[in-house]
């Protein structure tokens, strides 16, 4: 297996703009999750998804976030419209049912200018 | 909500040299895991841990649960460049897929 697949890996937009983060899981995986990574606040869950259901979204920042998962093989995460303080790196994770360990995908270093 | 207490922040250390880190939290966990994250890539599960006391090792990687549940600890023994990283401590509670993450320790190692 490939493993959990992002993309694109660095984006770089203006204040304003819309973004949109794309992840694959990992084929049989149940869960899905997105996640973002700053240096101050580390690593935050902003929604996850058990069969491509939204199960918990209380962690994406306002209303400008976004998730959709339209099948259990890709979801996205979008930003609109795009602010600078929302430069991080998000990572996108996955778990089977019946495992509680989740396999990261390698992260979509995001840069609001 | 739940908070993870990760210590240290960073450490440089000596090629050769033993490492240890420790998380505590305020909350009881009922599984701790712990990951290593290199430059420019997701974090990768190192050991985890599902009872209370239970001490694991992976290579030259140990890790213990707290009898108290509410901490852990991951010894590196033997560095070498490549343990370079940033290594979390995390924590899963009643929300079964729900994790909460560790700050992070940042290693370097001096060849």
């Known amino acids: 297996d490939a493993g959990v697949i992002q993309s694109p890996r660095h984006e770089v937009t203006e204040m304003g703009q819309e973004v949109t983060l794309r992840c694959k899981p990992i084929?049989?995986?149940?869960?899905l999750f997105w996640y973002r990574q700053t240096m101050m606040r580390g690593l935050e869950l902003l929604i996850y998804f058990n069969n491509n259901v939204p199960i918990d979204d209380s962690g994406m920042p306002e209303d400008r976030f976004s998730a959709k998962m339209p099948n259990a093989s890709f979801s996205t995460l979008k930003i609109q419209p795009s602010e600078p303080r929302d430069s991080a790196v998000y990572f996108c994770a996955s778990t089977p049912l019946v495992y509680n360990e989740q396999f990261f995908g390698p992260g979509t270093r995001l840069t609001v200018l | 909500g739940q908070q993870l207490n990760q210590s240290p922040q960073s450490m440089f250390i000596q090629e050769g040299e033993d490492v240890s880190m420790n998380c505590t939290s305020s909350?009881?966990?009922?599984?701790w895991l712990w990951y290593k994250q290199d430059p420019g890539e997701g974090p990768v599960l190192l050991i985890a841990l599902y009872k209370a006391g239970e001490l694991t090792s992976n290579g030259r990687l140990t890790a213990q649960f707290g009898i108290t549940r509410k901490d852990s600890f991951l010894n590196i023994s033997a560095s070498i460049p490549s343990d370079v990283g940033i290594y979390f401590c995390?924590?899963?509670?009643?929300?079964?897929?729900?994790?909460?993450f560790g700050i992070g320790t940042k290693l370097q190692v001096i060849p």
């Open positions: 995390a924590g899963l509670s009643g929300g079964y897929q729900k994790v909460t």
């Open positions: 084929s049989g995986h149940d869960y």
């Open positions: 909350s009881i966990f009922n599984t």
